[in-house]
């Protein structure tokens, strides 16, 4: 079935780095993405992954994608208190005849401690 | 600008009574997506559209009925077979079904 999973909660202090990690089911997934969302917002597209990546590197985001062990991590180097929101994961998933659909884990709350 | 705008940001509803909510995309994306987000749950698809006049359950369509006469536009109506309608919906588009999803502010319903 399709499942992703996250831990729900992070507490780092400021200027530390921050590692949030999620695992998902569907190894035929293409895509991986982080998405961020502050309190009461939508959510915004972070960073993505392709499925024949091991490491991307956007300024202060690192992706590190382990397919063999279907697990994905996001590392926020240098964390600051605007980085406080909550994180989700999500793996794309491709249905026969429909098209596809993203689904997404619980999410986890980062909060960062001046 | 381009964008999602859902509307209203807020909205009550008494018990037994049907409400749309609105969402719109001036992206020219195909597909778009109905998601509920309860705390703790993450986001839980309702319906979903891969394009004009199409459109597929998600997990939790039960209570909740969709149309796409636009490409534009993905109302979705919270009916009142829905049994616990309480929560923060949110839309989302991608140019193609399961590449990257933009979302929308979205709407918070609260039934009274």
């Known amino acids: 079935g399709e499942d992703v999973e996250q831990s729900l909660f992070l507490s780092v202090r400021e200027g530390d780095s921050s590692v949030i990690n999620c695992t998902y089911t569907d190894s035929s997934s293409t895509y991986l993405y982080w998405y961020k969302q502050e309190p009461g917002a939508g959510l915004q597209l972070l960073t993505y992954i392709f499925s024949n990546m091991d490491m991307k590197q956007d300024q202060r985001l690192t992706v590190l994608l382990n397919k063999k062990d279907k697990h994905l991590s996001l590392r926020i180097a240098d964390t600051q208190t605007g980085d406080s929101a909550i994180y989700f994961c999500?793996?794309?998933?491709?249905?026969?005849?429909?098209?596809?659909?993203?689904?997404f884990g619980q999410g986890t709350e980062l909060s960062v401690k001046p | 600008d381009g964008g999602i705008t859902q509307s209203p940001k807020y909205l009550f509803r008494k018990e037994g009574q049907n409400v749309t909510l609105s969402c719109e995309q001036n992206?020219?994306?195909?597909?778009m997506y109905w998601y509920r987000q309860d705390p703790g749950q993450g986001l839980r698809l309702i319906y979903y559209?891969?394009?004009?006049?199409?459109?597929q359950k998600g997990d939790i369509a039960e209570g909740y009925s969709v149309s796409r006469e636009k490409k534009e536009s993905f109302p979705l109506t919270v009916t009142s077979a829905q049994k616990n309608p309480t929560a923060f919906y949110l839309c989302?588009?991608?140019?193609?079904?399961?590449?990257?999803?933009?979302f929308g502010q979205g709407t918070r319903l609260t039934v009274v």
């Open positions: 999500a793996e794309s998933i491709k249905i026969y005849n429909q098209g596809g659909k993203l689904i």
């Open positions: 992206l020219n994306h195909d597909a």
């Open positions: 559209s891969q394009i004009v006049n199409d459109f």
């Open positions: 989302a588009s991608s140019i193609f079904p399961n590449t990257e999803a933009f």
